[in-house]
Nanobody, 111 residues
């Protein structure tokens, strides 16, 4: 299983970004997908997860601002991030089914 994340960048506070993660392999539609993030010097934290049938779960810091979604036909999971804050600055990682990680994409939110 290989994961390729994209969509990170530099954005001003209050702005939006949409992250994408394409997953290789035919088992995408049957697995839980997730986004995690890791800020410099901090542990990796769960941002959001989505089950195969679309049930979602968010960390408190993302509720109301972040939306995770998936397109099983495209083997892709998305993270729409709105109202971004400087404290959202981190490397965002895509996770597939638990043990599989992408390389991460850097999100920088300037104040």
């Amino acid at each position: 299983v290989q994961l390729q994340a994209s969509g990170g960048g530099v954005v001003q506070a209050g702005g939006s970004l949409r992250l994408s993660c394409v997953v290789s392999g035919s088992i995408f539609s049957s697995g839980v997908m997730g986004w995690y993030r890791q800020a410099p010097g901090k542990q990796r934290d769960r941002v959001a997860t989505i089950t195969p049938n679309g049930s979602t779960n968010y960390a408190d810091f993302g509720k109301g601002r972040f939306t995770i979604s998936r397109d099983n036909a495209k083997n892709t999971v998305y993270l729409q991030m709105n109202s971004l804050k400087p404290e959202d600055t981190a490397v965002y990682y895509c996770n597939a089914f638990g043990p599989f990680w992408g390389m991460g994409t850097l999100v920088t939110v300037s104040s």
